[in-house]
């Protein structure tokens, strides 16, 4: 890597993607990627400006008040595919390995699988993931912690920026429902097929970030 110096993660990055830089979108399209979310009761930093004249700068009547705690949150899993995608798992407490296999593995990953054959399940080398999937289905290894090529991490996005704030956990879990099945398809094959682009822009920055960890437009 013309001799700098680069972290661990950027080179297993870079090396992952000289091994499928020849990929093109029919070889993404049999890939199913899944992740989890979290989302939170009120989905932005809740900031409001008003303008006020200088004598009215302690009117309560022209002041938001706002929670600056941390705010409920809940997790959700989902996987999607060029074609389709699963339902949207809401995640009550904490993602065990155990729980992943009891709610998430064995009821939707299997089932989904079996129903789409030919396709490859993603997961990342998180232990979480890893329990059992690798035994059940066929797979493709991503390195963990790596949103950059990362197709539904977009997905989780175009949902933030649909919800409104909610009342409550149980208001948040059916605006995520309402949600996820209105996402077009067409927006998550748009997401497949920058694929390749990903994969170009990650060997030209070494394994490091690229735009896409931070943005995408569809």
């Known amino acids: ?9 950027d080179l297993c990055n870079w090396q992952w993607c000289r091994a499928h830089s020849h990929w093109d979108v029919t070889d993404w399209s049999r890939i199913v990627f ?9 989905p932005d930093d809740q900031r409001r400006r008003v303008w006020r004249r200088p004598e009215q700068w302690c009117d309560t009547n022209l002041t938001v008040f706002r929670q600056t705690g941390r705010q409920p949150e809940m997790m959700v899993w989902s996987a999607i595919s060029f074609h389709s995608r699963t339902p949207l798992v809401v995640i009550r407490r904490n993602l065990t390995p ?13 089932p989904f699988m079996s129903r789409h054959s030919g396709l490859t399940f993603q997961q990342d080398n998180a232990r979480l993931h890893t329990a059992h999937v690798s035994t059940a289905c066929r ?3 991503w390195p963990a912690r790596w949103p950059d090529l990362f197709p539904i991490e977009h997905v ?20 995520l429902d309402r949600i996820w099945p209105d996402i077009p398809q067409e927006d998550i094959r748009n997401l497949y097929q920058s694929m390749p682009s990903r994969i170009t822009a990650c060997i030209r920055a ?13």
């Open 34 to 42: 899944s992740d989890e979310s979290r989302f939170e009761l009120s």
């Open 98 to 110: 155990q729980r992943y296999i009891d709610e998430v593995l064995r009821p939707v990953v299997l």
């Open 206 to 218: 070494r394994g490091g970030q690229t735009r896409y960890c931070f943005s995408f437009t569809l």
């Open 1 to 9: 890597m013309n001799g700098c110096r680069y972290s661990a993660f």
């Open 139 to 141: 797979t493709l290894p």
């Open 156 to 175: 989780w996005s175009i949902m933030g920026r649909a919800l409104q704030p909610a009342r409550d956990v149980d208001d948040l879990t059916c605006q």
